[in-house]
């Protein structure tokens, strides 16, 4: 299975991916880092750990089509089953959306439905909960929507400050993320394997 990661900031949620992937934890390739901020840190991650990056500057294109046209081409070039999103700060358009219909996940560190968009860290500390977390969802045309695929929920301590709270959702991501990819990947390994079957069983 061969996936890419798309980022456009630190790329520590690509870095535990990546990380996963060498220890076998996640049985998968990543065969490509897209990134839509030349020179974040995360080329630089994929850079040490020698996988291709493609970067681009959305403002160099005519429009979101032009960008995900290229991107597009790059990932069919490169094989790439699945798409990770893990910090992309762009919401997917209709030309990848189609082109990979079902199979672009990304992860959000807040309960969703509740605090989808930016920071969303930031707006669960000032709406004062006591629980917050992470969640691991289906991309659609929406900002933070589609299907959920797994959450871990995470409690606000009397303690907590923005900062602590921050690395506590971290924490969770850098794990729950990885061991999300590796349970699609196996699913879509069986699955693979049943429609085989059912084909050989059928001719
Ligand atoms: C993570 O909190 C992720 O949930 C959100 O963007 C952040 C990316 O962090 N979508 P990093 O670049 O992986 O460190």
């Known amino acids: 299975m ?26 998968a390739e990543i065969a490509l880092l897209v990134c839509d901020k030349p020179g974040a840190y995360a080329e630089k991650r ?64 807040s309960l969703l439905p509740a605090f989808p968009g930016k920071d969303a860290i930031g707006q669960a500390w000032q709406a004062g909960v006591k629980v917050t977390g ?10 933070d929507t589609g299907p959920i695929i797994s959450q871990e929920a995470i409690s606000v301590k009397a303690t907590d400050s923005l900062e602590s709270l921050t690395k506590a959702i ?13 349970c699609l990947i196996e699913k879509r390994t069986s699955e693979g394997s049943q429609n085989q079957n059912e084909h050989q069983t059928s001719i």
């Open 2 to 27: 061969k996936l890419a990661v798309f980022a456009s900031g630190s790329g520590s949620n690509f870095q535990a991916i990546a990380d996963a992937v060498q220890e076998g934890r996640v049985q």
């Open 46 to 109: 994929a850079k040490a750990l020698g996988i291709p990056v493609f970067s681009f500057l959305p403002k160099e294109y005519s429009g979101k089509v032009a960008f995900e046209k290229e991107i597009v081409n790059r990932l069919q070039q490169e094989e790439i089953d699945i798409i990770i999103l893990a910090g992309y700060m762009r919401l997917i358009g209709s030309t990848l959306l189609h082109a990979y219909d079902k199979r672009i996940f990304n992860i959000h560190p």
């Open 134 to 143: 992470v969640t691991i969802h289906m991309v659609d045309e929406g900002m």
């Open 170 to 182: 971290q924490a969770v991501e850098h794990r729950l993320y990885p061991d999300t990819i590796q």
